[in-house]
């Protein structure tokens, strides 16, 4: 399970809290080291536990939560809180033009999982009941192309392609014109990754988004890579300004300092969390629901 590790020790640290009754300052203190150490071995960035452990500390160690009747339980709350809002608080959304196509570009170092989510997308539009094109612009990997329109195939989604002697700025711009000819509500752009960040990938993003004017520009990310996910976020971010974050593997992710650094280090919300290769793997991540799951 993801998480594993992590939800293990927050859940011992709370449990001692809540069997004590009354708490001294020293009690939250020592709770709150612990939580820190568990935060930092599930490898969420440095700084941010930090802040967040001085969040914590702000709230809990006062006269009030220490005087109230269950001050382990009020110590939890204020966890589960900030845990919550560090995730971004509330559900982000996915966009949804006013002038359809909505466009939706995918974007992603090579294995992150671009092309399987990007069916996963289509899988979960086409459920509610909207039209979705798929369109194939990693001209690169070899197989991306016909990955995809096997996964077409096996949907039910359109998938346009132009193979692979066609420059990814040409599909994409045939591609939004050939889902406007055919009423596609929806365009999933996969693009091509690479090995690593690199300025020819970087030019070639930003050629794509400067023809097709995206609303959603998706960062496929492998949970985990742990801290490095998150470096890979916040350059793709710093170049192209990215609307939001999908975080694939969570299934062999036992730490979850991914999930839990992308938003405050990026300031880029997580959208969609995938855990598992089958195509409905794909869920809306809610921050609330998150953070209850760790906390137990
Ligand atoms: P791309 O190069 O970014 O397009 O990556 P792919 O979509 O081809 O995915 C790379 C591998 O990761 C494939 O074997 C996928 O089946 C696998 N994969 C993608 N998402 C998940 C996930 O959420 N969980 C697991 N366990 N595997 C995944």
Do not use: W
Not at 52 to 66: N, P, R
Not at 221 to 241: C, P, R, W, Y
Not at 254 to 272: E, M, N, Q
């Amino acid at each position: 399970m993801a998480f594993e590790g992590l939800a293990n020790r927050l859940q011992n640290v709370f449990g001692k809290l809540r069997s004590k009754g009354k708490l001294t300052e020293e009690d939250v203190g020592e709770a709150l080291r612990e939580v820190r150490l568990a935060l930092l071995e599930a490898d969420v960035n440095f700084k941010v536990v930090k802040d967040f452990i001085a969040k914590v500390k702000e709230q809990a160690i006062g006269q009030e939560v220490l005087k109230s009747f269950t001050p382990g339980m009020v110590v939890i709350d204020i966890v589960n809180k900030e845990l919550t809002a560090l995730m971004g608080g509330t559900q982000s959304k996915l966009a949804r033009s006013n002038r359809p196509p909505t466009v939706i570009m995918m974007a992603g170092l090579q294995g992150a999982g671009k092309t399987t989510t990007s069916g996963k997308l289509a899988k979960m539009l086409l459920k509610q009941n909207h039209r979705p094109l798929l369109v194939a612009c990693d001209i690169y990997r070899p197989a991306a192309i016909k990955q995809l329109e096997v996964l077409g195939d096996q949907l039910k989604v359109p998938v346009f392609s132009l193979g692979d002697q066609v420059n990814p700025v040409e599909i994409a711009k045939a591609g939004l014109q050939h889902a406007k000819d055919n009423g596609n509500d929806y365009v999933i752009i996969d693009t091509a990754g690479r090995l690593h960040i690199d300025e020819n990938l970087m030019d070639e993003l930003k050629n794509v988004r400067s023809v097709v004017d995206p609303d959603e520009i998706l960062l496929v990310v492998d949970a985990m890579t742990g801290q490095d996910a998150v470096n890979v976020a916040e350059s793709f971010h710093q170049q192209l300004e990215l609307t939001g974050v999908v975080l694939t593997k969570l299934d062999g992710d036992t730490r979850g300092g991914a999930a839990l650094s992308v938003k405050a280090v990026t300031g880029c919300p997580i959208k969609f969390v995938a855990s598992g290769e089958k195509m409905d793997a794909l869920e809306p991540f809610f921050p609330d629901r998150m953070a209850s799951r760790i906390l137990g």
